[in-house]
Nanobody
Framework: QVQFVESGGGLVQPGGSLRLSCAAS????????MAWYRQAPGKQRELVAK????????NYADSVKGRFTIFGDNTKNTMFLQMNTLKPEETAVYYC???????????????WGQGTQVTVFS
C-alpha cells in the first residue's frame, strides 16, 4: 500500500497563495494519473485537480480553474498544487492520491494520508 504525505498547508488571507506538496512512499508519479482532493468540514471529499501519468494532461474543478496548477517532479517522486487567489470557502484539508486512470476519478488507493490543512481567513 502506497502512503502519501501532504504538506505545505497553512493560514492565508483571501487572495493569498500556497503551494502544497505530495510525497509518496513508492514510485507512483510518472506511473499513474494523480490527483489532489480536498474535504471541507461537513462536506464530502472532492477532486480538485488531476494530472495524467506523463504530465501531459491536466484537468481542474470548475471552481479552481485559472487559479490552481497541478504539476509534478517525477525525479523526486513529488507532486505539487500551486494555489493562487485563495478564497475562504476553500478552507479544507487537502489530500493526494493516485487515480485508477486519468479518465476514471476513482482513487487508486484506499489509504489516505493525513492531509494538509489550508485555512483561508478574513
Amino acid at each position: 500500500q502506497v502512503q502519501f504525505v501532504e504538506s505545505g498547508g497553512g493560514l492565508v488571507q483571501p487572495g493569498g497563495s500556497l503551494r502544497l506538496s505530495c510525497a509518496a512512499s513508492d514510485m507512483v508519479f510518472g506511473v499513474y494519473a494523480m490527483a489532489w482532493y480536498r474535504q471541507a468540514p461537513g462536506k464530502q471529499r472532492e477532486l480538485v485537480a488531476k494530472i495524467s501519468s506523463r504530465g501531459v494532461s491536466r484537468n481542474y474543478a470548475d471552481s479552481v480553474k485559472g487559479r490552481f496548477t497541478i504539476f509534478g517532479d517525477n525525479t523526486k517522486n513529488t507532486m505539487f498544487l500551486q494555489m493562487n487567489t485563495l478564497k475562504p470557502e476553500e478552507t479544507a484539508v487537502y489530500y493526494c492520491n493516485a487515480l485508477m486512470s486519468y479518465s476514471n476519478d476513482v482513487p487508486r488507493y484506499d489509504g489516505w494520508g493525513q492531509g494538509t490543512q489550508v485555512t483561508v481567513f478574513s
